[in-house]
């Protein structure tokens, strides 16, 4: 289970932090994320980092929102500056994770949070 925190509603240039921890029984995380949808558009990828701490982003992104994990908390984290209105979405944290017993990995996500940025 993925479970998020953060989001709300901030000005155009503001920031905000949302983080997503896993919980339950599994063996092992791999790729932990974040993904975002728009009203009327397709979910897209925000921003992903693996294991070894290794992230990337999407264009859109880069240089203002930063991605963090911490493997002992099973947590990762997006850090969100210069937000733009375009930005508003909800917002899905997503992980690769193989339950305990089972050596393949499948994609998990969480409930999804809104983030609005106004203008």
């Known amino acids: 289970q993925l479970v998020e925190s953060g989001g709300g509603v901030v000005q155009a240039g503001g920031s905000l932090s949302l983080s997503c921890q896993a919980s339950g029984s599994f063996y092992s995380i791999t790729v932990m994320g974040w993904y975002r949808q728009a009203p009327g558009k397709q979910r897209e990828l925000v921003s992903v980092?693996?294991?070894?701490?290794?992230?990337s982003y999407a264009d859109s992104v880069k240089g203002r929102f930063t991605i963090s994990r911490d493997n002992a908390k099973n947590t990762v984290y997006l850090r969100m500056n210069s937000l733009k209105p375009e930005d508003t979405a909800v917002y899905y944290c997503?992980?690769?994770?193989?339950?305990?017993?089972?050596?393949?990995?499948?994609?998990?996500w969480g409930q999804g949070t809104q983030v609005t940025v106004s203008s």
């Open positions: 980092i693996s294991a070894s701490q290794n992230p």
């Open positions: 997503t992980a690769d994770i193989a339950v305990t017993g089972s050596a393949e990995h499948l994609p998990h």
